[in-house]
């Protein structure tokens, strides 16, 4: 008599977060927001629908026209279901730019949708830690962004060979394209995005793709080579890269040298962080690991994020970090822990008639802070409680039968050692709480 | 010179969440959560976007044809954000409910979306905290959401007789519609529906508008005005009343007498709670306030949550509390305590060359888990950082200068008490571990 069902299956790309995959989450998020809490950021969240006028002005052309969730809401307007977070937190500051004290110290962790092929690591939804600072004008607030951004992998136990972080600025590499090799302007982000890809793929690979585009190969190749094996003082002497730029990150680089993550800071200039988007000090984190050699994430400076809103100037830097890269590099240095219910107890109902004992011993509990979740079926034979508290994950049962409200005691099981022990009530909350570790 | 810029509002009927309204929002989550989290429940969660069939088939009428944020994606399939949880869990549930161990106790605190005119308390997205239990028959299980979700409500201060739970079952009033009043099944909901807003219009509103559908008014308006009367006892001397509802609601409330918030708990049988969903038991929970006195949240049982994704059987009972509803109640009753930043600690940053004593300094005391947002700016003068510290929130602030570093010590001001005090270096992470409270 089966009629037709509806399909369970969740919607293309997405994912469904059953409990366990929910603590996973949970944990990851308070992780990182105890990191940045610790900086003093202070966290924000705007709605998962915007107008899409200011993905237009703001957003890539590729995320606008191939990869926005956008409809036509029932009151006629042109809306979108947020494809990153940086248009809201620029509607955002620029709301209250003038009210806000400064420095501007703000993160979230949306959650974000574009339309993609889904694939290996690539879904349609991820969640995102967005990190920003606003106000500083100095190197400080670089130094103090890097030192964050590692502090975060450093919460989660990552060695510090386990990943490096690349930085450059935006002012060398536009010097380096415009004065150096003397590119159109047309050609620029081509090239660039090639420099940028130049340790995914082989040399020759990379020298055909770079041909295509070069007018004076022999010549610009060569300064290719120097500039790509430059390092923060050596690359100066390349002719036409701007000075300014690199003054800015010789003094980062010497300031973070305070700091003991400097062995893991390295300059390299064919970092690129998005082309339009950043306007000096750019960064991003790699995963060191061969078998997941990425980039984990990164950022860098904007000069003028509200502009399209307000006619205030206002600097900052920031980066995003997503959940799903996060995984992957959690679960690549097994830094996953095991998630164990062993702070709470599963209360047995060993009959009906001793409902009231057992609840109101689960109210005590509660209000001394000892999570407790009951069985509501006394018709259950005590092993069959014991093996569905274990399927649950607990290591710990309390048995209350008439035996023991008859002495004052309850039994204590330690479902792992196989062991219980008898408590007097009188003493259940404190060895109880010394068990569980709360 | 201003050139045209894009609007700050957000997108009608939504709201951002600067970082008070965020603090704010977090506080009634992670109050939320702890109560549920102590009788057991799991969190859980899914994409906000569906496919458009189970709202379809899960969701009244009103929703799908009015309030779905619906479209098209750019693959042609059909999809919505979600406008209740229901589907998504009834979804999840389905797919697994052989594996999970029962009863299933789940909740999430789910963004939602509805397309309706806003206005007062009615905005287009809302959170709204959903708990559920699946897999328990008898009435234990509606004892421990009633309990569960009162203690929600003093988890949050809320006094004894701020609220009031009134609860009724499906099965009653379906047997006093068809059987005692004889009615059409099409004039049915109707009834219902002028029943349950009694308490919201005059009473010749009320009997004019069930003048207009019923055949025999003088006898049918009796027999009303006596079951809207009746309590658990006499509403059995209605005839056509269905016996075994009663009987169920009388054990219900004979059984829950075990717990104090009984006397907050009575019998109403004009409580409806959506018309087709709830098979058995329903519940209500009302402010008591004059100025509120509003449904604040609600819930019931119901038979059948999965059987549009599977043959197998599922009883369930769940109730869902709205963050902007509770907001209110919160608000009427005075129960929102002011956030204050006083366990943590802002730090000076005297001149520029003391960048890195500060910035270990401020390592360090992130280290021993005390959360440190520094200056990054040594050319503002003391008074400058002190006041925005200030506007910050901060009521602790650290002076580093160089004659502190000279004689290893910190300064530590309380900007609330406008005093300070002088502290050694090697005694400064306990002593402010004291100060802040941590």
């Not at 430059?230 to 100066?236: A, G």
Request: hydrophobic share 35%; proline share 3%; with cysteine.
């Amino acid at each position: 008599m089966a009629d037709k069902k509806l399909s369970t299956a969740n919607y293309k790309g997405t994912r469904d977060f059953y409990p366990e995959d929910m603590q996973f989450r949970n944990w990851m998020f308070e992780t990182m927001k105890k990191v940045v809490i610790s900086y003093g950021y202070r966290e924000y969240d705007g709605p998962i629908l915007e107008s899409l006028d200011i993905y237009k002005a703001k957003s890539g052309q590729e995320i606008v026209d191939k990869q926005l969730y956008d409809f036509i809401d029932k009151g006629e307007r042109h809306v979108a279901i947020r494809p990153e977070m940086t248009p809201t937190l620029a509607r955002m500051v620029a709301a209250r730019a003038r009210d806000l004290p400064r420095p501007i110290r703000w993160f979230s962790i949306p959650n974000l949708w574009r339309y993609e092929a889904p694939g290996h690591g690539r879904l349609r939804e991820h969640w995102q830690l967005n990190v920003d600072i606003f106000g500083v004008n100095s190197v400080t607030a670089e130094i103090e962004i890097i030192s964050l951004a590692c502090d975060i992998l450093f919460a989660f136990n990552a060695p510090k060979d386990s990943f490096r972080v690349k930085f450059s600025h935006r002012g060398i590499l536009s010097s380096f394209l415009r004065n150096t090799l003397s590119l159109g302007s047309e050609k620029e982000e081509a090239v660039a995005k090639i420099l940028d890809k130049k340790n995914k793929i082989t040399q020759s690979e990379f020298e055909s793709s770079l041909l295509e585009l070069l007018q004076n190969p022999n010549e610009q190749l060569t300064l290719i080579y120097q500039y790509l094996n430059s390092d923060v003082d050596t690359v100066l002497q390349i002719p036409g890269i701007n000075e300014e730029s690199v003054r800015y990150i010789q003094e980062f680089y010497d300031k973070i040298k305070i700091l003991e993550i400097s062995e893991s800071v390295e300059f390299d200039p064919s970092i690129i962080r998005g082309f339009d988007y950043y306007t000096g000090f750019i960064f991003e984190i790699f995963d060191t690991n061969k078998e997941n050699k990425r980039s984990l994430y990164g950022g860098g400076r904007y000069d003028n994020l509200i502009g399209l809103f307000s006619n205030e100037e206002l600097s900052g830097i920031g980066f995003g970090l997503g959940d799903v890269t996060l995984e992957n590099f959690l679960k690549t240095h097994k830094l996953i822990p095991e998630f164990k219910r062993e702070s709470s107890v599963y209360l047995t109902l060993m009959n009906n008639s001793l409902l009231s004992d057992t609840l109101l011993l689960a109210r005590e509990l509660r209000k001394e802070g000892i999570d407790t979740e009951i069985s509501l079926d006394g018709n259950q034979k005590l092993g069959k409680q014991i093996s569905l508290a274990e399927k649950k994950g607990y290591r710990y049962l309390l048995v209350l039968g008439e035996d023991e409200i008859k002495n004052n005691s309850v039994v204590l099981k330690d479902l792992k050692e196989s062991s219980q022990i008898i408590i007097l009530k009188s003493q259940l909350i404190n060895e109880l709480k010394k068990v569980l570790g709360i």
